[in-house]
């Protein structure tokens, strides 16, 4: 009888033993199935302003065979929403985190993280010019006797004007100077409700500059505004066909800056603003320019209207 007492505790452990190495060795199969299995976006982080957006792309699903189909969710409306297309849109100063998670396999997910800040423009302090000091009169001067010479011309030098030349801390703040004095009026159209801004050839705005630009525009017109090219405005059907005008942007304005040629002391670029092919306002030869307290300002040459 003490025999068999004893092998019963055996065999449990046994098969305990057994079971544990199953489960063991099925966790591991388990995440190594697991591992390489992600969702890789176009951005991990953003930041915005109130109002500005900024559409996520998937770039690659691993693997591959689940398809770049997912969903997207705010985990703070409040902060910043997102639509089912991906479409980002700053709400509120704040952080967020927006989920994506892949239809097919809703294990495989990622986040991207909102930062919404509030833009606040540093007030520049005026410039002032300083008057050269006046010479003092002296009280009944000593006039020498001179002999009398023929008058020679001696011409005054010319006073050149200075030149109060407006500077900008960073490159959002001078495209959104020549926005507002170049083109407020076809923005400002009763017939314009939705402004799109391509800023896709501008290589010197980081994506941060580029966000900071459209919640700019946003909020000094409070008008939707997204940053979108021609292409992807014809693609929904925003911009279409028109036999009289060419093409017509349905209920907005079109703005483009295009960078060109770079140097030491700056950039050329060229900035637009289109409602139809026969309403556009704009200039193709124009300079930004770089001065030693790495200060932008800008020169517009080349007017065009149609």
Avoid at 67 to 93: C, F, L, P, R
Avoid at 98 to 104: A, E, F, G, R
Avoid at 240 to 260: A, N, R, S
């Amino acid at each position: 009888m003490k025999k068999q007492v004893m092998k019963v505790p055996v065999c449990f452990i046994m098969i305990l033993a057994l079971v544990s190495t199953c489960v063991l060795r099925n966790e591991v199969n388990i995440q190594a199935a697991s591992k390489g299995k992600k969702i890789i976006m176009n951005q991990s982080k953003i930041t915005l302003t109130p109002g500005s957006e900024y559409k996520l792309k998937v770039k690659k699903v691993n693997p591959s065979k689940l398809g770049k189909a997912v969903t997207y969710k705010s985990n703070k409306k409040k902060v910043a929403t997102v639509s089912k297309q991906g479409v980002v849109k700053g709400k509120k100063a704040g952080k967020a985190k927006i989920v994506i998670v892949s239809k097919k396999n809703k294990r495989i997910k990622t986040t991207v993280t909102v930062t919404v800040q509030e833009y606040k423009k540093e007030k520049k302090k005026p410039s002032y010019t300083v008057n050269p000091p006046v010479p003092q009169k002296t009280e009944n001067p000593v006039v020498p006797i001179v002999t009398p010479e023929p008058p020679k011309h001696s011409p005054e030098p010319s006073k050149e004007p200075v030149n109060d030349i407006e500077t900008f801390d960073c490159l959002s703040e001078m495209y959104f100077d020549i926005i507002t004095k170049e083109f407020s009026a076809m923005i400002n159209a009763g017939t314009v409700n939705r402004i799109a801004i391509d800023l896709s050839d501008s290589i010197s705005l980081s994506v941060s500059d580029k966000q900071i630009l459209a919640g700019l525009i946003a909020e000094k017109y409070g008008k939707e505004t997204v940053q979108k090219t021609k292409d992807e405005l014809k693609e929904e059907g925003s911009i279409v066909e028109d036999d009289t005008y060419g093409f017509v942007f349905q209920g907005g304005v079109f703005i483009k800056i295009h960078q060109t040629e770079k140097d030491s002391s700056g950039f050329s670029f060229r900035i637009s603003c289109v409602v139809n092919g026969l309403n556009a306002n704009g200039f193709d030869r124009c300079k930004a320019f770089v001065n030693q307290d790495n200060k932008w300002y800008y020169k517009l040459d080349g007017k065009f209207l149609s």
